[in-house]
């Protein structure tokens, strides 16, 4: 195996649909069986500080966001400004975030720090796409996700997608320092 640092931590926090469906053993069990190491864990509920904390603040984030939705509901034929409020797409990822704020400090979350080689990529790769439809057979949200985004956005609400896990090394740096101490981690 590469020595020259390869080896990475990565954040796995099962939100409060995984936590509610008594889905937390089998998401652990794949985890595990995938060789990644467990070096900090925690059963909480997220305080609102902590969620906004979570999901980003950047208007390019925000636009991202915004402009996924506007394609879903061009898509389905929804008619954004009836459903959303608006069509700015920075306003949009706005609600998003709120939405997500809200979902998370819904109820207790189970989160975990892993450690292995590649980490953020292959956990990325377990876990599927973010939209439970797009997500491939095998995959944690393939499997056991039940939501979809068209039908959470024309609620006005998250999509229940079992799982976060960071999408590159520089965020689960971050993630990781915001959600554990030094000293709640091992190794």
Not at 52 to 63: A, N, S, V
């Amino acid at each position: 195996m590469d020595k020259k640092g390869t080896k990475e931590k990565t954040l796995l926090v099962l939100k409060p649909d995984a936590v509610e469906r008594g889905l937390v053993g089998e998401i652990i069990q794949r985890v595990e069986k995938m060789g990644f190491k467990i070096v900090g864990a925690k059963f909480i509920r997220p305080s609102e500080d902590l969620g906004m904390k979570h999901y980003p603040d950047t208007d390019e984030w925000k636009k991202s966001v915004g402009a996924r939705t506007i394609e879903d509901c061009e898509k389905y034929g929804i008619d954004l400004m009836a459903n959303m409020g608006t069509t700015d797409p920075i306003e949009i990822g706005n609600l998003v975030k709120k939405w997500n704020v809200d979902y998370l400090c819904s109820g207790p979350v189970f989160a975990l720090v892993l450690e292995g080689f590649n980490a953020v990529e292959r956990l990325r790769s377990l876990v599927g796409n973010t939209v439970p439809t797009k997500a491939s057979p095998g995959t944690i949200r393939g499997d056991f996700s039940l939501d979809s985004a068209i039908l959470a956005n024309m609620n006005g609400r998250a999509i229940s997608n079992l799982v976060h896990a960071s999408g590159t090394v520089e965020e689960a740096e971050y993630e990781i320092d915001l959600w554990f101490k030094d000293e709640e981690l091992i190794g």
